[in-house]
């Protein structure tokens, strides 16, 4: 199988980047184990700025957390029941949840989804 770059981290070297999210998301499905719920792979760390692909099969989920900047989830494919406090939100393929920083909540894959996350660096 040839590698493709898009499973690499990528530092800015210039300018701007372009990312194939289409062929990432692809190329992340085949290296998903059965045997785990998720995987993930850094798009982009920049500068304060990290972007994620996570794939998690059904059922998987990331713990309750909170990052120290702000954070966006975009369900990519899928569809994912995030928990913000007492709050539950459902949260299909197209939509994009935001968070404030140190804002603590979890994610669980109602189905196999696909989701990008962004993390910016936190407030000086």
């Known amino acids: 199988m040839t590698e493709h770059t898009y499973l690499r981290t990528h530092d800015l070297a210039a300018e701007h980047l ?7 998301v692809t190329e992340l499905h085949g290296l998903v184990p059965d045997s785990q ?6 798009l982009v760390k920049q500068g ?7 794939h998690l099969h059904a059922g998987g989920t990331l713990a309750e957390h909170s990052a120290p900047g702000a954070t966006t989830v975009q369900v ?3 569809h994912v029941r995030i928990r ?8 299909p393929a197209g939509r994009l949840v935001a968070f ?3 804002v603590r909540h979890s994610v ?4 196999d989804s696909v989701l ?9």
Not at 18 to 24: K, N, P, R, S, T
Not at 84 to 91: A, C, F, N, R, S
């Open 18 to 24: 372009l990312i194939d999210l289409g062929e990432a």
């Open 37 to 42: 719920d998720r995987s993930a792979v850094t």
């Open 48 to 54: 304060g700025l990290s972007v994620v692909l996570t």
């Open 76 to 78: 990519l494919d899928g």
């Open 84 to 91: 913000v406090g007492d709050d539950t939100i459902e949260v």
């Open 100 to 102: 404030d920083a140190r």
């Open 108 to 111: 669980e894959a109602l189905e």
């Open 116 to 124: 990008l996350l962004t993390l910016a660096q936190a407030p000086a």
